[in-house]
């Protein structure tokens, strides 16, 4: 049987190498996903200062949530800190009310990295690339990498029912969003109808 995430953590967290590889080797992907569409010019970087973060606050790991929860959290805080770096104006750091669009306009890729081949496809990214960066990551872990409520609440430091309302509300701009942007009503009717089906197959690709 394989160890769970928990019994890695403290066996590397004892000096345990090979237990801090085969750790990062089971969670790399998704962390490096979650860099890659929000610092594209750095992931390498902040994905090895995520995993270097993890070891450094092992002690602070109790449970609360998964251990994939408190990576992301980790993850979340070291994104905050690169765009805080990056960015003077304090008003850039409002992750509830500024998108990547606002942080970096024409910088960053869509939200998975890759180029969607279908006009849906096309539609919904750019329309996810204009949700508040919080609201984004929401349906980012939702979505893509099946965080349960729980979870994301502890990654972004909210409550269970605030994510619920978060995703509500994520959905009805995403909705907003890709009307204005889509080229006819009919368009974004399908774009909506496939969102659920889209979202698994986009979190498919590495």
């Given at each position: 049987?394989?160890?769970?995430?928990?019994?890695?953590?403290?066996?590397?967290?004892?000096?345990?190498?090979?237990?801090?590889?085969?750790?990062?080797?089971?969670?790399?992907?998704?962390?490096?996903?979650?860099?890659?569409?929000?610092?594209?010019?750095?992931?390498?970087?902040?994905?090895?200062?995520?995993?270097?973060?993890?070891?450094?606050?092992?002690?602070?790991?109790?449970?609360?949530?998964?251990?994939?929860?408190?990576?992301?959290?980790?993850?979340?805080?070291?994104?905050?800190?690169?765009?805080?770096?990056?960015?003077?104006?304090?008003?850039?750091?409002?992750?509830?009310?500024?998108?990547?669009n606002e942080v970096d306009?024409?910088?960053?890729?869509?939200?998975?990295?890759?180029?969607?081949?279908?006009?849906?496809?096309?539609?919904?990214?750019?329309?996810?690339?204009?949700?508040?960066?919080?609201?984004?990551?929401?349906?980012?872990?939702?979505?893509?990498?099946?965080?349960?409520?729980?979870?994301?609440?502890?990654?972004?430091?909210?409550?269970?029912?605030t994510v619920k309302s978060?995703?509500?509300?994520?959905?009805?701009?995403?909705?907003?969003?890709?009307?204005?942007?889509?080229?006819?009503?009919?368009?974004?009717?399908?774009?909506?109808?496939?969102?659920?089906?889209?979202?698994?197959?986009?979190?498919?690709?590495?």
């Amino acid at each position: 049987m394989e160890p769970t995430d928990e019994a890695l953590l403290a066996a590397w967290s004892s000096g345990d190498h090979d237990a801090a590889e085969a750790l990062m080797r089971r969670h790399f992907a998704s962390i490096y996903r979650f860099f890659r569409n929000k610092l594209p010019d750095e992931v390498e970087e902040a994905t090895q200062r995520t995993f270097l973060g993890c070891i450094e606050s092992a002690s602070r790991f109790r449970g609360e949530s998964s251990f994939r929860g408190f990576l992301f959290a980790i993850a979340r805080n070291q994104l905050m800190l690169a765009l805080r770096k990056r960015h003077r104006s304090a008003r850039v750091f409002d992750p509830e009310s500024l998108s990547l669009n606002e942080v970096d306009a024409g910088s960053v890729p869509s939200p998975t990295g890759v180029l969607a081949q279908r006009q849906d496809e096309q539609l919904l990214l750019a329309a996810l690339r204009r949700l508040p960066l919080d609201f984004q990551i929401t349906v980012e872990l939702f979505y893509w990498e099946e965080l349960p409520i729980a979870d994301i609440a502890v990654v972004l430091d909210i409550a269970a029912g605030t994510v619920k309302s978060r995703l509500g509300r994520a959905r009805q701009m995403l909705r907003e969003h890709i009307e204005a942007l889509a080229a006819s009503p009919g368009v974004a009717a399908s774009t909506l109808t496939g969102f659920d089906e889209w979202a698994k197959r986009i979190s498919d690709v590495e």
